[in-house]
């Protein structure tokens, strides 16, 4: 199974931008699909991002669309996602995760990072 280290949360003020980094442990041909997500306290665990390994294509919660992109580097084994005019509805637990398919279903992801956390201030 993949290892996934998230990095690049913390706090920040309504407007301001992080990237937020994921290194794999390898690079898994069967995995297809790469996604962020984000638990905020008490909600469940909602689709940010996704992108497919090659970076062809890539699809974006509607809540995020046009304030974050997701990137890949392949020859790093690292999936990004920059976050733009962020606000404090962001605050969350941000988490990365592959999946054999490209896909916005959580449960369709089996490897997954520890999360960063990012708190965005009003």
């Known amino acids: 199974q993949v290892q996934l280290v998230e990095s690049g949360g913390g706090l920040v003020q309504a407007g301001d931008s992080l990237r937020l980094s994921c290194a794999a442990s390898?690079?898994?041909?069967?995995?297809?699909?790469l996604g962020w997500f984000r638990q905020a306290p008490g909600q469940g665990r909602q689709f940010v991002a996704a992108?497919?390994?090659?970076?062809?294509?890539?699809l974006y919660a509607d809540s995020v669309k046009g304030r974050f992109t997701i990137s890949r580097d392949g020859a790093k084994n690292t999936v990004y996602l920059q976050m733009n005019s962020l606000k404090a509805e962001d605050t969350a637990v941000y988490y990365c995760?592959?999946?054999?398919?490209?896909?916005?279903?959580?449960?369709?992801?089996?490897?997954w990072g520890q999360g960063t956390p990012v708190t965005v201030s009003s």
């Open positions: 995760a592959v999946a054999i398919r490209f896909t916005t279903i959580v449960n369709n992801y089996d490897s």
């Open positions: 992108i497919t390994w090659n970076g062809y294509r890539t």
């Open positions: 390898e690079r898994t041909f069967s995995s297809y699909g």
